[in-house]
């Protein structure tokens, strides 16, 4: 177990550097204000980045199979706003509606993964029809979007702390835990990265390719659908274009920590870091009182300049 | 997958060859005109004015336009295996542009929209460098470029509005010959497409969309076409944002964006395959046409305008499926 834990890290040195990284983005940031590196700030930075690190599980296991899922906008704010929609207020029927919109989460990943697995048709057409199709029906049902506000037990829960750590790290703990246990040490992770690498070879080696390519898109419209209920906790709001912002920072996550957008190389791990790294900048950016403008560019060239650097030592090999 | 030199109509690597006869896989091509028959001639028993009363003409062809133009492009991105998301950042740029800095009276007016067509073709070459000359995938290249220009995009115009020059809003409005000049632009278009289509420019497309190591090994040179492809995208996209921001009379930092999805939609539509190699921009024309229409069914059918949202969504996945299995079959 330990080797292979080993092993993933040598084949992933991209990880390491990602990490190396994020270090340095503190480190600038800590220069810049000494309020930098503070519990309180280094908190909320990891819990912003939280929320792109969770709908990063979903969309690292589509970008292993070298597709992707831009359904994830309207999948979270779904979530959200039929949370908010749905317990109007009170807390009594938390406990089921959140399994529902989970569940309906994953009946949205689940067409997308039917779609693409056996119509061949291809991830990003089909993930952005799903998005608008999902962000329709959400206006059509709630007539607008406009819902009430987060109940409280929720908003407590996400601001909470559980044995003295944030909830929501502690959340992000779990679930980059069973990721890794997913993705190093189950078959399925093994029979994820043969789709990933080569479909064909996968084939005949005995792998269900088709089977194997919906779950990556059945556990996004999870992971989406529980960011979805977890950011209503944070901004005790919900609105129909709250996971916009999203669609671009989990890709850019998953390049940044080192996997391949063709398919078959990266590690949630990886991502976690690249959430990590995506934050830091947002917020040195702040610091020089640079605003989302400058995001979206750096946000750009962070996308190009790390997966033109993934191809190029692919090349190499 | 093979490549037949039957695949092809117009000049090719392969010389000239005759058009080949319509086959199954030919038939998303043909949808697009079944999609605009259906959904107009809905429209058309349910509220006929919406499509022949006084003015709808003008005010539905002034939509279709920058749609049009847009998936016009898109269509020579896919031709090629590719695609082009950055329409959006582009659109927004200019729009932006358009309402700011660039929006003299007059014929001053004239050297800042060949500006703004400039900048589209020269963001069109850059996003065609990288995409033929570095292994990144145009939908990573055109992805994070999508988000470099909406960002300067916010930059140079926070919010929505500005002020644009009345000679572009009036130059954009009315009609010519008593037919609006929208549908003169459209018409424009469809001219375009058939000269166009039987070039060598076109022809080296559909070559590098069905088998780029062929097509290389025929001679055709990649690189540039591709760059030539993207800059063209660029170019229609700039025109577009022109046409819209004319027509809006104010500019958008992200109105761009769902020109994204919408001439995404428009192109599976019309039926060019997203494996590359056989498409008509005509038929994402009518594509256009269609994807347009279903606002307007909505509206005759009496129900909240959140329904064309869904909708809209619905017919690209729809068309898509039923597209993608056509051709998977076909390639076999």
């Keep these: 177990m330990i080797e292979a834990g080993a092993d993933t890290l040598r084949r992933n040195s991209s990880i390491v550097l990602a990490f190396v990284l994020a270090g340095v983005l503190f480190v600038a940031g800590t220069i810049q204000t000494t309020g930098f590196a503070s519990y309180e700030h280094t908190r909320t930075v990891l819990i912003t980045a939280s929320f792109v690190g969770l709908v990063g599980f979903g969309q690292t296991l589509c970008m292993l199979t070298g597709g992707i899922d831009l359904s994830i906008p309207s999948n979270l704010a779904g979530a959200a706003v039929l949370t908010a929609f749905l317990a109007n207020g009170s807390s009594a029927g938390l406990i089921w509606i959140v399994p529902m919109v989970i569940g309906l989460g994953m009946v949205v990943g689940l067409i997308n993964g039917l779609g693409v697995a056996y119509a061949g048709v291809p991830p990003i057409i089909m993930t952005l029809g799903m998005n608008s199709a999902i962000q329709g029906l959400l206006l059509i049902y709630t007539n607008g979007g406009l819902a009430s506000a987060a109940p409280p037990a929720l908003v407590n829960f996400v601001d909470g702390n559980t044995l003295g750590l944030s909830t929501m790290l502690l959340i992000w703990i779990g679930v980059a835990l069973v990721a890794t246990v997913l993705l190093s040490l189950s078959a399925f992770g093994r029979k994820l990265y043969a789709v990933g690498t080569n479909i064909r070879a996968a084939l005949l080696a005995g792998v269900r390719v088709k089977r194997v390519l919906v779950v990556p898109y059945v556990v996004s419209g999870a992971s989406a659908a529980l960011t979805g209920v977890l950011l209503l906790g944070f901004l005790g709001q919900a609105f129909v274009n709250m996971g916009d912002e999203y669609l671009f920072s989990s890709a850019v996550a998953v390049a940044v920590g080192g996997a391949s957008i063709l398919g078959g190389k990266g590690h949630y791990i990886g991502t976690v870091a690249g959430a990590i790294i995506l934050t830091l900048i947002a917020a040195n950016l702040n610091l020089l009182s640079l605003g989302e403008s400058a995001i979206d560019i750096s946000y750009g060239v962070i996308l190009l300049a790390t997966v033109y650097l993934a191809t190029i030592r692919l090349g190499r090999r | ?332």
């Design chain 2, 1 to 332: 997958m093979s490549v037949s030199p039957e695949a092809f109509g117009p000049r090719t690597p392969f010389g000239r060859v005759p058009r080949p006869r319509f086959g199954v896989a030919d038939l998303p091509l043909a949808m697009a005109y079944v999609y605009v028959a259906v959904i107009a001639g809905a429209v058309f028993i349910l509220e006929p004015a919406l499509l022949d009363g006084s003015g709808a003409m003008g005010a539905n062809f002034s939509l279709v336009v920058p749609l049009a133009l847009v998936a016009f492009g898109q269509t020579l991105a896919m031709l090629t295996r590719g695609i082009d998301l950055s329409v959006g950042g582009v659109i927004s740029l200019s729009s932006a542009l358009l309402a700011t800095h660039l929006n003299a009276r007059g014929w001053l007016l004239l050297p800042e929209l060949l500006a703004i067509v400039a900048l589209g073709v020269l963001i069109g070459c850059l996003n065609g460098l990288m995409i033929a000359f570095t292994p990144i995938q145009p939908f990573i290249v055109t992805l994070a470029t999508w988000s470099i220009w909406d960002g300067v995009a916010f930059g140079v115009l926070p919010i929505e509005g500005g002020t644009v020059s009345p000679t572009l809003v009036k130059a954009a409005s009315g009609g010519f010959l008593r037919v609006p000049k929208s549908v003169w632009v459209v018409v424009l278009l469809l001219l375009l497409w058939r000269w166009l289509r039987a070039t060598r420019f076109i022809g080296d497309l559909v070559a590098i969309g069905s088998d780029e190591s062929r097509a290389r090994l025929l001679g055709v040179r990649i690189g540039r076409r591709k760059l030539q492809a993207y800059a063209a995208t660029g170019l229609l996209a700039a025109l577009a944002s022109i046409w819209v921001t004319a027509q809006t009379q104010a500019g958008s930092p992200d109105g761009g964006d769902q020109f994204i999805l919408n001439s995404v939609a428009a192109v599976v539509i019309g039926g060019t395959s997203i494996f590359g190699g056989k498409g008509s921009a005509a038929s994402s024309i009518m594509g256009s046409i269609a994807f347009l229409l279903i606002p307007i069914l909505v509206f005759a059918l009496n129900l909240s305008s959140f329904w064309s949202i869904f909708l809209e969504g619905l017919v690209l996945i729809v068309a898509v499926t039923f597209n993608s299995i056509i051709q998977t079959r076909a390639r076999r």
